[in-house]
């Protein structure tokens, strides 16, 4: 019993540094962003570096552990370490034009939610399907395709959800500026239909270069962690 106790107790110090690690990095890119890492009209990253040791984490805990160092870090960074410029936003975003405006308390609510649910949970969550496919000694291509295909397409539709629902949506702050913007490129083609498109598309393209990104350098640190017995142990 006291060596399960302590053998649990690795796990969580060793989770709660990857998650730490991860939060700090996150503050990183707060304070000093990578120039010209934010796609255009939605302003996702094109590559969330804060989020690679998500990867490792998939890769040494079992799904019940990962999704709960997940959880922790979704709650600890929205509420805690972001929540100064996330409770801004949406006090922003759910104004009619300017701070000074009458706040709807359901808009408020219902962004809140979204902003929370879709734009930061469903994303950092998505990342425990790598449990599935980082296997030591050999890797299964066929759920390494399938998995981060999944990964890929949750975190886009995810994000493509928030911004449908908080930014550039009907009934949204910026939805006529963002979408006169896009129409007058495309004169041709001014229906809803396109733009919304071209929103997903904009959602798309930073989350797969992002996940390459972080696969390719997860891989590259893949042989170090099978020499590491001590970390081996916690699969």
Sequence with gaps: MLNLNKYRLQK????????????????????FPIIFNKSPYT???FFCYWYFPFLIIGFLFNLRYNLF?????????????????????????SSNNTYLSTLNQ?????????????????PVLSYSF?????????????KFFLFSFMII?????????CGFFCYWGPNT??????????????KTNNSLLFYYFLMFFWNFIP??????????????FRSFILKNDFLIKFK
């Design 106 to 122: 359901k808009k408020q609510i219902f962004i809140f939610l979204n902003v929370f649910f879709w734009g930061t949970l469903i």
């Design 43 to 45: 302003e996702n990253s």
């Design 173 to 186: 702050k910026y939805f006529f500026l963002i979408y006169n913007n896009i129409i007058s490129l495309n």
């Design 207 to 220: 989350v797969l270069t992002s996940n390459l990104i972080l696969l390719i350098l997860f891989f590259i």
């Design 12 to 31: 969580l110090i060793l989770g709660s540094f990857l998650i730490s690690l991860a939060i700090v990095l996150s503050q990183i890119n707060r304070f």
């Design 153 to 161: 397409m949750i975190q886009s539709f995810s994000r493509f959800l």
């Design 69 to 93: 160092f997940l959880f922790i870090y979704s709650f600890l960074d929205f509420f805690i370490f972001s929540g100064e410029k996330n409770f801004i936003k949406i006090y922003f975003l």
């Design 130 to 142: 790598t449990y599935f496919f980082l296997f030591y000694q050999k890797i299964n291509f066929t």
